[in-house]
């Protein structure tokens, strides 16, 4: 009965790994034709200087409107893209459509662009990013580009040849989802870095003062600080959180207390020209 009940669960098992397997290959063959379809689109959330609460910049995120299962997330479709090859265009309409509509904006305000660590081994991203901000007008210091700790696992002279050569544009360069990837500090000692972002996980666990976590992000704002790096903390739902955050020095701040991502039209509604600050909102937590 016990061979007869594993051999179930293993057939069970392998239908279901078969299931998962079909289910990504069709979204594989919908994601070719997504962008040539016109099924993508950025939304932009606000980075709001902590102090003063200023919006200093906005994040890009990509969204997938798909006609059936309507949006599918990027933490779903960009490792599938990355897989496919398909990052490559993707990450090419991303950055022209986000130069493209920042350059129109009624404020100056900073676009912060996701580059996959695929985009950046490829030799062609500097020509790629110049050409986006030529074509558009898009002043470089607008443009910050996200670049996740990963990058360094590659070759690292390729890698300082790249950094090198977007420094060389005039482009700001942030380093995404700090604290969860990489183990080495050594390449923060090379690596041009004009901002550290806090991953959320860290926020997470960070509200009550003198937790572990609070210490942790208050090593990162030290760490930043001396190498004079700003910081942004990912992922703030809450007043306590950002009262924490900003006991903690860290310089920005991204998250729903502030704002959700929003479509461009929403953000054009709501920025204002020159300066732009805006009021946290949120569940404060007893
Ligand atoms: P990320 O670059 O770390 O982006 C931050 C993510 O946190 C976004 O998720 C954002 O919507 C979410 N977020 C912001 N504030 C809060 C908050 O207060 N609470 C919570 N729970 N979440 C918050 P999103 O848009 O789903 O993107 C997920 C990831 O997908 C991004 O993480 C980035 O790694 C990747 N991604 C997004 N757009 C692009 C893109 O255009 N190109 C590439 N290569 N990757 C992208
Ligand atoms: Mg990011
Ligand atoms: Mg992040
Ligand atoms: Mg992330």
């Not at 279901?16 to 994601?31: G, K, P, S, Y």
């Not at 081994?121 to 580009?145: Q, S, Y």
């Not at 020095?249 to 509604?269: D, I, K, M, T, W």
Request: glycine share 8%; proline share 5%.
């Amino acid at each position: 009965a016990a061979k007869g009940s594993g051999r179930g669960r293993f057939r069970f098992y392998s239908s279901d790994l078969h299931q998962a397997a079909e289910d990504r290959r069709v979204l594989e063959e919908d994601l070719r034709d997504a962008l040539a379809r016109g099924q993508m689109e950025l939304n932009y959330q606000p980075i709001v200087n902590a102090k003063t609460n200023m919006v200093t910049g906005v994040e890009a995120l990509i969204r997938w409107n798909h006609p059936e299962r309507g949006a599918i997330s990027p933490s779903i479709f960009v490792p599938i893209a990355e897989e496919a090859n398909l990052i490559w265009p993707i990450g090419e309409w991303v950055l022209r459509r986000a130069c493209e509509e920042a350059a129109r904006w009624p404020s100056k305000l900073r676009v912060a662009v996701n580059v996959s660590p695929i985009q950046f081994a490829n030799e062609e991203l500097p020509k790629i990013v110049a050409n986006a901000l030529a074509t558009t007008g898009l002043a470089p210091d607008r443009l910050e580009l996200e670049i996740t700790e990963s990058v360094f696992l590659g070759d690292s002279n390729e890698t300082a040849r790249m950094f090198k050569a977007l420094k060389g544009l005039g482009v700001r360069l942030a380093l995404d989802d700090f604290g969860t990837g990489y183990s080495s500090l050594g390449y923060l000692q090379s690596a041009p870095f004009d901002k550290i972002k806090i991953d959320q996980s860290f926020v997470r666990g960070a509200t009550v003062q003198g937790s572990r976590n609070g210490a942790i992000i208050a090593a990162i704002v030290a760490l930043a600080e001396a190498l004079e790096m700003e910081t942004t903390a990912e992922g703030i739902e809450s007043l306590d959180q950002l009262d924490l955050i900003r006991k903690l020095n860290v310089s920005h701040v991204q998250g729903f207390v502030y704002s959700q991502p929003v479509p461009q039209a929403e953000l054009v509604e709501r920025a204002e020209a020159g300066s732009w600050s805006i009021k946290p909102a949120g569940p404060a937590k007893q």
